[in-house]
């Protein structure tokens, strides 16, 4: 519960986000980063959000972005890079 009150606090002011919004992206991580399938259906590292043919499809600058630590930019870079895989035919 802390760490969602965190997420709140954070995005709570940016009016790119609402509430249902970030439980879904929170949501959507927690289930890329522990499971052990790409939603393209390629194996991937438990801990990684994506398998690496998808990983390596993504424009260089949004891979860095997914470096940064959740808090600090990554949900942001993780929402970018699923719309970006959806909408260039990765994922369905």
Request: with cysteine.
């Given at each position: ?91 369905s």
């Open positions: 519960m802390l760490l969602l009150s965190i997420y709140i606090d954070i995005f709570a002011s940016n009016d790119y986000f609402d509430i249902s919004e970030i439980l879904q992206i929170m949501t959507d991580l927690l289930r890329e980063l522990a499971g052990n399938f790409c939603r393209c259906g390629n194996c991937k590292r438990t801990g990684h959000s994506f398998c690496r043919p998808c990983f390596l499809s993504l424009p260089h600058d949004l891979r860095d972005h997914l470096y940064r630590l959740a808090g600090a930019g990554y949900e942001l870079a993780f929402k970018l890079a699923a719309e970006y895989l959806k909408t260039h035919g990765k994922w």
